[in-house]
């Protein structure tokens, strides 16, 4: 049996890791970025980024003030685990005092802010199960500025291939400088409406830059990566060549009658951690990071 | 594009002397206030009801900080904006009922928000989204929080700064914008990006 404290420890921890330090994937993309603008404008904005995303870490203070709400991601091994539901509500709440993190979980339709970031069904959290000796735990803060642009489409099937680029595009044009690009595309193809969405999010887990296995799927992130950054929206929407920093497609298979495409965005701030906690108390925080 | 260092309270020719583009840094007290600070603003003003900060000549921020208690003193650890789009609807009469000069936010704001600023003397100021902790080195000093029963983020904090900034003049009082520049190109991008997709 892992202990109860060692995986709120390790949550509160990958919480403080995920407010402060973006991993390494994120950073390199926004540097290339940097040194692919050479207007004045497109420049300080992501100088502007990375000197903050550098002060974070300095710091120790979140990046940005938008600190999100808290989605997990737990994978359980071959492990014994006890009362996960609340051992990761009590991190998210001891977590928004010590790092600190800003409230954001308020009640749908009264807007009452609990002051924890713990409600109904928030954090939300996913669990699938594996083989692997141990338990991982992900978690991806996701701030709402690039939430609110993300976006559900039910296309027929004779809309294809066309439909999804089409509906890539629509999206991008309708985020504009909205999301604080450069943005990253979590890309969610087939299954049904839920599904579609939960994918576009999954997605987004994958390190930037690498590609899904399957060729015809690698092809359709590339082709959409290079083309929506000919649009010039640019880094927060005031023009340049970054505005997308990657895109990230997973799929599934669908009734023969519908075509789910769900677009998560997610903002330069593509905050994620991990920890792997094993049965003997160890824990390993795998993703690199920036120091 | 050149660059100033202005003090609030702005003047009506301290702003209507800005053109979009401009680099500012800034001075003085800066008011956050986001969607819920501008509908209970507006509600007061119609009630004839007193709001506890005076906008005249001020400027609002479109932002949900964090703030951290050190003994009874309040701190800012992180003050980046918040997406502007969403107060669209409710800024143009803001400018008009409280005689804001200056509006700092992400992500530009809509045509009715560019009349206003024109008709009223005001500019909208553009700050990196997300650049949290640098901006917060911008804030010298918390002098107070009102409505903080709207929660952390959506309170108006009173912040005193110092060198806040760089500021990108976005919508100046002449009718530019630079975000409408931006969708033009990106209007006339379009077809390229549709032939490159095989759309
Ligand atoms: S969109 Fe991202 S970077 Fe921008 S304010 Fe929200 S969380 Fe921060």
Redesign the pocket.
């Known amino acids: 049996m892992i202990p109860e404290e060692k995986i709120k420890e390790a949550c509160v921890e990958i919480l403080r890791r995920s407010a402060t330090q973006l991993p390494m994937d994120a950073v390199n993309a926004l540097r290339r970025g940097y040194e692919n603008e050479t207007d004045d404008v497109p420049r300080m904005q992501l100088k502007a980024i990375l000197d903050n995303i550098d002060l974070a870490v300095k710091t120790g203070t979140p990046m940005?003030q938008?600190t999100?709400v808290h989605i997990f991601f737990v994978n359980i091994g071959k492990v014994d685990v006890n009362g996960l539901d609340s051992v990761i509500n009590e991190a998210v709440a001891e977590a928004t005092e010590s790092v600190p993190l800003r409230p954001n979980a308020v009640h749908p339709l009264t807007r009452k802010n609990p002051g924890t970031n713990v409600g109904v069904r928030m954090p939300y959290i996913n669990y699938h199960f594996s083989d692997n000796d141990y338990l991982e735990i992900g978690v991806m803060p996701k701030?709402?500025?690039?939430e609110n642009m993300s976006r559900l489409a039910m296309l027929t099937p004779a809309k294809g291939l066309k439909g999804i680029k089409e509906f890539a595009l629509e999206t991008m044009l309708n985020a504009g400088g909205k999301?604080?690009p450069p943005v990253i595309f979590g890309l969610g193809i087939g299954g049904s409406a839920d599904i579609a969405m939960h994918l576009g999010k999954q997605a987004l887990l994958r390190p930037l830059g690498e590609r899904h296995p399957e060729e015809e799927i690698a092809n359709l992130e590339r082709e959409i990566l290079a083309a929506i950054n000919d649009l010039g929206i640019g880094p927060m929407g005031m023009g340049g060549n970054t505005t997308l920093l990657g895109v990230s497609a997973e799929y599934a298979h669908c009734h023969t009658a519908s075509l789910p495409v769900a677009i998560n965005i997610q903002?330069?701030?593509a905050r994620r951690s991990l920890v792997r906690l094993y049965p003997d108390g160890l824990a390993e925080y795998p993703l690199e990071v920036i120091q | 594009m050149s660059e100033k260092r202005l003090t609030v309270p702005l003047s009506e020719d301290d702003v209507r002397a800005l053109d979009a583009g401009d680099i500012v840094y800034l001075d003085g007290i800066v008011y956050t206030g986001r969607d819920e600070v501008h509908i209970h603003a507006l509600e007061h003003a119609k009630e004839g009801k007193e709001i506890p900060v005076d906008f005249k000549d001020g400027v609002i921020f479109h932002c949900g900080p964090i703030m951290k208690k050190d003994g009874d003193k309040w701190v800012t650890v992180a003050a980046?904006p918040?997406t502007s789009s969403r107060m669209n609807s409710l800024e143009p009469e803001f400018i008009e009922k409280f005689g804001v000069r200056a509006v700092i936010g992400k992500g530009g704001m809509s045509a009715p928000t560019i009349e206003a600023c024109q008709k009223f003397g005001c500019v909208y100021f553009a700050i990196t989204?997300?650049a949290a902790v640098s901006i917060a080195k911008g804030v010298e000093d918390v002098l107070g929080v009102e409505w903080f029963e709207l929660g952390m983020p959506e309170a108006i904090w009173i912040l005193k700064t110092k060198n806040l900034g760089p500021l990108i003049v976005g919508i100046d009082t002449k009718g530019n914008s630079l975000f409408a520049d931006v969708d033009k190109e990106v209007e006339a991008n379009v077809p390229k990006v549709r032939e490159k997709l095989g759309i």
Do not use: K, L, Q, V
Request: charged residues 5%.
């Open positions: 940005c938008d999100g701030g709402a500025g690039s999301p604080c903002c330069w701030a | 980046g918040t989204g997300g």
